[in-house]
């Protein structure tokens, strides 16, 4: 497979087009870039970008796991980086009053370990060299139609759960006190939030990997929320910015041979920094 | 000896402010300020600045939020230069003595995650600059020297009892009688307390107020304490250094936190009131950044 | 065990990393930079990886890009922690950039078996040659012997920066020396455990000491011992039981003890110890 880049782009895309494991993944791409826009969107409105990248890397023990088990990788991500969320909402209500320097250690620590234990699972496992790649960093060969059933399934009931607490989960994330007094059920949201940030996570880690899940989840939505503060507008840009730097993405990967973590990461910079820098000049 | 920098017609005041002086403490001068002006920048915080700290007395620095106080303590300590004027401190240039001079900074409240016992706290007062790391079996006699002298400085604070708990873990009183303890470590000539008793409880504020005044009785320190509040330590203090209208005046509280001459420093029509419960109010400053509802001296 | 060369040379550069790691992570969990140390890992991988796709020695690129960043932290000051997302994006694509330079060197002729992007990742502290090693320990001497010269004014600025200063301890250059170590000490621990696990041994090890104790000399002390403990006991495990990659069981033993810290064990088996009575 040599494809090869001309100025034409109906031959170029059917060149992508040409092989199902490159639809595969042009469709899962999508979907997964919607889901990440739409939660993504939120998370940077509420400042837990890091929670997200804590969450990603949980879920990798449960990819590797799975493999080890034989079962279906996907379910390992999914059990794994819910689980993950599950554990935090809980254990920060327990943990009470915590302060940067314990977090941190603690955030720090989890990682870790996960990390380990993932790597430990592949081990065992025995397909180590591709795998470890392929988990941290993402790919975009070998995405079976099953697997964007599911992650269809996923983007669906996602968007259906924000769809219904959109609302009185904005409001909780902006002005927590009034929503409260308000009667909006702050604790209850920011659970089913994380929950479902924990699918997203899971969904995002399939394509482009458990260490780069956080470029495109909350990039396009960061970006977005640069370039303007009308609400639908911004929400919309960030679904439009995050499926275009997917494309941009898988089609620069395809053509070049490129990482797609590279790629990835690096569209999402650019637009990101030069939004950062508009924004700069303006204010 | 001229004490305050009012203009003219105060200066019939001036002889009787020194007339009044009471005797006690010597007269030796341990800080001396003539005519100084600091600036931030390009705006000036106060000029034409004369004043003095005698050996042994307790002086109460007051003013409104954003007078240039804590400014007066960095000049002491040599972290900030006159534009004008010059200063002298335990004999020498400001930053000079920092050997000899205790200093508290303000606002400093440990966070409950700060797993550090005061007494660790009190000990860096006394080796905080030092190179190296204590190690067991090293240099004995100083390190026992250096215990002997961290638990003397606890127990003149009175914070015995929860010297050895995590910092973190105990009330602002009580952080507060280890940072002093923290700063009397080396046994200071000059004691400098920036807002110690900011967010104190009343019963606490008194407390610390009287022990900063024992620790000046029994060994001759002489200390600075700004507050924005003189109530609490109007028993207390010797003397008090006003800043307003980006200049000071000083004297007994009695005769400097008086209608006329505060009016005459802010150059505006502010009035001293004494309530029913016997503290004084400041009211009609004009208005720098911030609080309006100054409960003030 | 010991007879092995491989497994003397893991626990001499091992066990020299791990007490540089401990005390440094003691004071990195204290100034609540331990961001830095994620940071640090991230660039360390990429480092790494570039040198090897240029053609030469791991170390160098590792060691440069380390100190480089510590040094580009300590330039920024305050300023560094500003945004969670531009930092986040900035060192995502870090990341990144070391994918591409896996590839690139994995395509080139030397590409080798493909091991390295594990290796990178994940240490290799069993690969270590005797000379390696020896380098990395003396390394981790010298960061060890320059943490204890400093600790007492470090620890002064980091508690009490205002008095500190005040007294004339000079807290910017504390400052930065201090993050130059952590940046060399976050190259050593990667050849030990990986650019991935680094903070299993900077954060953990501190961490635990930081629940145990409020004594801070102690603390640090309590910290460069679970470090130490957690290496040893991670070789050893990883030695028996061929299928446990060692940085795995190295962090997965300090994350044990961190947990330990957390229940209190010690009270618990003080408890347990009167009750038994």
């Not at chain 3, 004071?27 to 991230?42: E, P």
């Amino acid at each position: 497979m040599n494809p090869s880049f001309s100025v034409n782009p109906i031959s170029d895309l059917d060149q992508l087009l040409q092989y199902p494991f490159m639809v595969h993944a042009l469709a899962a791409g999508t979907i997964v870039a919607v889901i990440a826009a739409l939660v993504g969107w939120f998370v940077v409105l509420r400042r837990e970008s890091f929670v997200c990248h804590t969450l990603s890397v949980m879920s990798f023990p449960g990819a590797s796991g799975a493999a080890l088990a034989g079962l279906p990788l996907a379910s390992g991500y999914f059990v794994f980086a819910v689980g993950g969320a599950l554990a935090i909402a809980f254990g920060s209500r327990i943990g009470g009053k915590r302060s940067a320097t314990a977090e941190s250690a603690v955030v720090g620590t989890v990682g870790a370990v996960a990390l380990a234990l993932g790597f430990l699972f592949l081990s065992l496992y025995g397909g180590i060299l591709e795998s470890v790649e392929t988990l941290l960093f993402g790919s975009f060969v070998g995405i079976t139609a099953a697997q964007v059933r599911t992650l269809l399934v996923v983007a669906l009931l996602a968007g259906g759960v924000l769809a219904f607490v959109g609302r009185p989960l904005f409001y909780a994330s902006v002005d927590e006190r009034s929503a409260r007094a308000d009667g909006v059920p702050v604790q209850a949201l920011s659970v089913v939030f994380l929950v479902l940030l924990g699918l997203a996570v899971a969904a995002i880690a399939q394509i482009v990997g458990v260490l780069l899940t956080f470029a495109l989840l909350v990039a396009p939505a960061a970006t977005a929320q640069l370039v303007t503060t009308r609400l639908r507008l911004s929400l919309a840009l960030a679904v439009t910015l995050s499926v275009l730097e997917t494309w941009a993405a898988l089609t620069l990967a395809y053509f070049t041979n490129a990482a797609l973590g590279f790629c990835l990461t690096t569209i999402s910079l650019v637009l990101f920094a030069a939004a950062r820098v508009a924004r700069e000049r303006r204010g | 000896m001229r004490d305050s920098s009012a203009p003219c017609g105060e200066r019939v005041q001036d002889e009787r402010l020194v007339a009044a002086l009471p005797a006690g403490p010597s007269m030796s001068a341990v800080v001396e300020l003539r005519d100084a002006a600091v600036a931030h920048g390009a705006a000036t915080v106060w000029a034409g600045v004369d004043v003095e700290l005698r050996a042994g007395e307790f002086v109460g620095i007051l003013g409104p939020n954003g007078a240039g106080k804590s400014t007066f303590l960095e000049v002491l300590l040599g972290l900030k230069e006159l534009r004008e004027g010059t200063a002298s401190v335990l004999g020498a240039a400001p930053g000079e003595r920092r050997e000899a001079i205790g200093y508290l900074p303000q606002r400093r409240s440990f966070d409950q995650s700060v797993r550090v016992r005061g007494r660790d706290l009190v000990a860096l007062g006394l080796d905080g600059t030092r190179w190296g790391t204590p190690m067991p079996g090293l240099f004995r006699a100083r390190r026992s020297a250096l215990r002997a002298r961290v638990d003397e400085v606890i127990a003149a604070v009175g914070a015995g009892a929860y010297a050895n708990r995590p910092i973190g873990e105990c009330s602002g009183g009580e952080q507060q009688r280890l940072l002093i303890a923290q700063a009397l470590a080396r046994s200071p000539q000059l004691l400098l307390l920036d807002e110690p008793l900011d967010g104190l409880d009343l019963p606490s504020q008194a407390s610390v107020s009287a022990l900063v005044q024992r620790l000046c009785r029994r060994d001759g320190i002489t200390v600075a304490l700004v507050a924005h509040d003189v109530n609490p330590l109007l028993s207390y203090l010797d003397r008090v250094i006003y800043f307003a209208g980006g200049r000071a005046v000083a004297g007994t509280p009695t005769e400097v936190i008086t209608t006329q001459t505060l009016s005459a420093l802010y150059g505006a029509g502010v009035e001293v009131l004494r309530r029913s419960d016997g503290r004084l109010v400041v009211v009609g400053q004009p208005d720098t950044p911030a609080h309006h509802d100054h409960a003030h001296g | 065990m010991f007879a092995l060369p491989f497994v003397r040379n893991a626990l001499l550069a091992g066990s020299l990393i791990a007490i540089a790691s401990g005390l440094l992570g003691y004071f990195i969990v204290l100034r609540a930079q331990v961001f830095a140390g994620d940071a640090l890992s991230h660039v360390a991988f990429t480092g790494a990886l570039a040198a090897a796709a240029v053609g030469v020695d791991l170390r160098i690129g590792l060691f440069a890009a380390t100190v480089l960043m510590a040094l580009t932290f300590a330039g920024l000051g305050e300023r560094a922690r500003a945004d969670d997302v531009t930092v986040g994006v900035a060192f995502a694509w870090i990341l990144g950039l070391g994918v591409l330079f896996l590839d690139l060197f994995n395509a080139s002729s030397s590409g080798g078996s493909g091991l390295l992007g594990a290796r990178a990742l994940f240490g290799s502290i069993f690969g270590l040659s005797g000379g390696e090693a020896a380098l990395a320990a003396v390394i981790a001497a010298v960061l060890i012997a320059t943490t204890l010269l400093i600790a007492r004014p470090l620890l002064f600025v980091s508690l009490d920066p205002a008095v500190a200063i005040a007294r004339g301890v000079p807290a910017r250059l504390l400052g930065a020396v201090f993050l130059v170590l952590v940046g060399a000490d976050a190259a050593e621990a990667t050849q030990a455990v990986g650019a991935l696990l680094l903070l299993g041994l900077l954060a953990a090890p501190a961490g635990a000491a930081h629940r145990l104790t409020a004594r801070p000399y102690l603390g640090m002390a309590i910290s460069a011992a679970i470090a130490l403990a957690s290496v040893w006991i991670g070789v050893a495990l990883s030695y028996r039981v061929a299928a446990l990659p060692p940085s795995s069981a190295i962090v997965l033993v300090a994350g044990a003890f961190y947990v330990l810290a957390f229940v209190r064990a010690p009270r618990l088996l003080a408890g347990v110890l009167r009750w038994t009575r």
